[in-house]
């Protein structure tokens, strides 16, 4: 069977109950851009998109502990603990006003999917997988495919043109 990620995601989401946010991209967007707005912030917003889907939605951060302790190698820019601290407030603000919202956008469907099969909601279900233009897929869809693959040997096939990657891998 052949199916977009975000697809087979949403599929999943709605079969398994697990949806209880509105899944909405785009209303994440406008609300990122609005709290940044709001909080007349120096750095640009394209620094708060990519520090929020690079570091806050890969590694699903959540708390400012969290974000004191997240490994940020590869940013661009060294980002001291009062660097970090003041930062949060925009990030603690903007998740505040998400989950007030009820939305959700794909990665966070996808960490959906990872906690499933964590808590034995959803059992793997693929004997094998293929994977065609990985660079486009953020680590954590990634790291949902690989959730949803039995353990074998050899059974994640991984297609990549790394000179057409939107993420870093």
């Known amino acids: 069977e ?6 087979l995601f949403f599929n999943l989401a709605k079969h398994y109950n697990l949806l209880n946010y509105n899944l909405n991209p785009n209303e994440v967007a406008r609300i990122l851009r609005e709290t940044y707005m709001q909080c007349e912030e120096k750095r640009p917003l394209s620094f708060f998109q990519a520090e ?17 302790r997240v490994n940020r190698a590869g940013q661009g820019e060294a ?14 603000l903007f ?32 004997d094998s997988v293929v994977i065609d233009e990985a660079q486009d897929l953020s680590v954590v869809k990634l790291k949902a495919l690989q959730v949803l693959v039995r353990q074998s040997k050899n059974n ?6 790394q000179n057409q990657r939107i993420f870093k891998l």
């Open 95 to 126: 998740l505040r006003r998400k989950e007030e919202a009820r939305v959700i956008d794909f990665d966070d469907l996808a960490f959906l999917i990872i906690q499933a099969v964590k808590d034995q909601r959803i059992a793997p279900m693929f």
């Open 2 to 7: 052949v199916s977009s990620v975000d697809a």
């Open 52 to 68: 929020y889907e690079e570091v806050i939605q890969r590694y699903q951060i959540r708390n400012v502990q969290q974000y004191l």
């Open 156 to 161: 994640i096939f991984i297609l990549s043109d």
């Open 79 to 92: 980002l001291n603990p009062a660097m970090r601290t003041k930062l949060w407030d925009f990030f603690d």
